[in-house]
């Protein structure tokens, strides 16, 4: 079954005018890389929207000390190539062996993956953190004060009040932030990750056709556009209550 | 400590004078992007603001390639793809420079993140300006430049701002394609010296210091084209 699907991709992939016999060889390669880009994208993100939850209500709330320190942290992850982070902690990290031995995380520092993954983490959740931060700034102080009024304390009037209104008006840049996201973790492959780019530079490597570069092109602008249709369709759903009845 | 500064002087002990001409190379290539991708960006602009369907499903189709692909996919095919495009359309064979294709590959990305700025702006700016202008008896040139062009880079700049800081930090990725920039002068200041942490953290903080100069520059253009304009609030 697989192998007579695999055939007929083939056959199409033939017809279209691409090489089917550089596919064969190196398609699976690819197609691993594309589950490690999803991998990649899909920690950083959702473990970057966590860490940015707290960072961006901070930058609200936080006293002059806490928010300095989330500001720099914020500057520092936005105001500098992601690439150049990359090789900060990826190579860097190399540099504090004994300490990260010391502490039982060597293991992870010396995997190119996760150090990728941590990066991509760290600098997604800057991004994120001030989406929060302007929507929470976005949601009308009256809420605040009805919900204390109401005896909701601090955290719960954040939870139940301020936060659901803040993310619903941060779902479009959010959005656009994970799609920002899948692109850039195309700089994995700098640091030998075999992600969609990776795996596309080591066929290329290896075939010289330039063939490949092409198809890396293809997978990235579907599942860009992909992401991004299905993003907006959900943001339309879950943020309908806002918008004025139509007529 | 003091002897990690030492690897930052000038001359040749130090890596000071390679990372300087690093920072050149890095503002030069965003310097020189910026006429090719706001020439782009606007032509786009005006392909989607057209009447005609082909026209705008061009500017589309342009915006969508150009902001989907991974910026450091477009440089490696602007570095590796147009040599073999050149030589199969004219069979000449032409090493193209890295600079050349750093500032070919960041000028199509610039062009399709400032074509949405620029089409905002130029939507933003009423159609009765220009027929009042016209009214008044000015050339359509005069009218563009004296009365359409600065409202409509007021409304564009905090936008291609933004746009201009994102490029700013792309060049990085020109490093890839052997392109000396900073972050390539650093690479092999840490080849030589094995201290990536610090030389990459410096990096940073060399990267970081001309965002905040650019933003910096941006404000001061914002006030500028503000003149004269009235918001409401502040």
């Known amino acids: 079954m697989e192998a007579a699907l695999g055939h007929a991709i083939l056959t199409v992939w033939g017809a279209l005018g691409f090489d089917a016999e550089l596919m064969a060889r190196y398609g699976p390669r690819v197609v691993d890389g594309l589950w490690t880009t999803l991998g990649l994208v899909a920690v950083s993100c959702s473990v970057g929207f966590l860490l940015a939850l707290p960072l961006g209500v901070a930058l609200v709330e936080g006293g002059r000390v806490t928010r300095a320190l989330c500001l720099s942290f914020s500057t520092f992850f936005r105001g500098t190539p992601l690439l150049a982070q990359v090789f900060l902690v990826y190579y860097g990290a190399g540099q504090f062996r004994d300490a990260l031995d010391a502490v039982g995380l060597w293991g992870v520092f010396r995997d190119a993956w996760w150090c990728v993954a941590i990066t991509f983490t760290l600098n997604t959740a800057a991004y994120q953190a001030e989406i929060i931060r302007g929507g929470v700034r976005s949601v009308a102080r009256g809420q605040g004060e009805a919900a204390a009024a109401l005896g909701l304390r601090r955290g719960q009037t954040y939870l139940t009040v301020i936060l659901p209104q803040a993310l619903a008006q941060g779902l479009r840049p959010l959005g656009n932030e994970l799609v920002l996201m899948i692109k850039a973790s195309s700089i994995a492959s700098v640091v030998t990750v075999y992600d969609v780019l990776g795996a596309t530079k080591y066929a290329f490597s290896r075939s010289y056709d330039f063939e490949v570069y092409l198809w890396a092109a293809l997978i990235y602008l579907v599942l860009v556009e992909t992401v991004r249709r299905v993003w907006n369709l959900l943001e339309r759903r879950a943020t309908r209550h806002l918008r004025p009845r139509e007529a | ?234």
């Open chain 2, 1 to 234: 400590m003091t002897d990690l500064f030492g690897l930052l002087s000038f001359g040749s002990e130090g890596w000071g004078d390679d990372l300087a001409r690093g920072v050149v190379v890095t503002i030069t290539l965003a310097v020189a992007t910026l006429p090719l991708g706001l020439a782009l960006g606007l032509g786009v602009a005006l392909l989607k603001n057209a009447k005609g369907r082909v026209a705008r499903a061009l500017g589309e189709l342009y915006t969508t390639v150009f902001r989907g692909l991974p910026e450091l996919l477009t440089i490696l095919i602007v570095a590796f793809g147009a040599p073999r495009l050149i030589a199969s359309l004219t069979g000449a064979t032409v090493e193209i420079n890295s600079f050349v294709a750093g500032v070919v590959a960041l000028g199509l990305v610039f062009g399709a993140f400032s074509s949405e700025v620029l089409l905002a702006a130029i939507r933003a700016v009423p159609k009765g300006q220009s027929e009042s202008a016209a009214a008044l008896g000015l050339s359509r040139r005069l009218a563009f430049r004296l009365v359409v062009f600065p409202q409509l880079w007021r409304v564009a700049l905090p936008g291609l701002s933004n746009t201009w800081l994102v490029l700013l930090k792309d060049t990085s990725l020109v490093s890839v394609i052997a392109l000396a920039d900073l972050t390539r002068q650093t690479n092999l200041a840490v080849n030589a010296t094995k201290q990536p942490f610090f030389f990459y953290l410096v990096a940073c903080l060399i990267y970081l210091a001309l965002s905040g100069l650019s933003t910096a520059i941006a404000r001061r253009l914002e006030a500028r084209a503000d003149r004269g304009f009235a918001a409401a609030g502040r």
